[in-house]
């Protein structure tokens, strides 16, 4: 796998366990509606969904965030984020959650910060960490924003429907996460795997 393709997908796995961590620390906000937003915010975000045809195209974008736009542009499209957080010590890219929209996004490093990958995702009810080996679709909440692929994946869709839609994968399970990567298009789904049902999935830049 090429460097700057893993660099991407470690950046996926690092902003998602950092979110994670953010529940585990009581953050409330993680698991919430997104209604702390103003009403600036909030308009746009309705404006942005509105006109969006909320695909997810692998490689490019989900909704009306492609890869490669400017931090700036997203804040014009979606307005501030709900949680804004830099996932380690000694990195400078930043990810933006939109609770309300279970979108995401995380930018590069830099003066001028790029989106670099795309997620939507389900959150937990309880909004800590779950054990994806355990856990059910029913420990999620519903999903506010449904964005899906032009062959109908979304979250809640199953592992087995993500195989037949696209063409051969990678596959990796540890501890946190089993995930499925088809690294050619450009698009991950990280899978709970007492009914495999998909939780997560990311947009990078393919190979």
Known sequence: MPK???KTL???KFSLIAAVTLMLAGC???SGSGGGASAADQ???????ASSDHLIVPGERIGPIRLGMGMDEVAATLGQPDVAYKPFTGHDFVTWNYLSLNLIVNFSEGAAPTVTSIKTTAWSR????????????ADFNPINAVFQT????????????????YSSYSYQQDSYSTEMNFNKLGIQFVIEQADHKITCISIFQNN
């Open 28 to 30: 409330d906000s993680i």
């Open 43 to 49: 308009q746009k975000r309705q404006q942005a969904m």
């Open 126 to 137: 309880s909004g800590q960490a779950l054990p994806l080996a355990s856990s059910t679709w």
């Open 10 to 12: 470690n950046l996926i």
């Open 150 to 165: 032009a062959n109908g994946v979304e979250l809640g869709s199953t592992s087995f429907e993500a195989a037949r839609a």
């Open 4 to 6: 700057t393709n893993m």
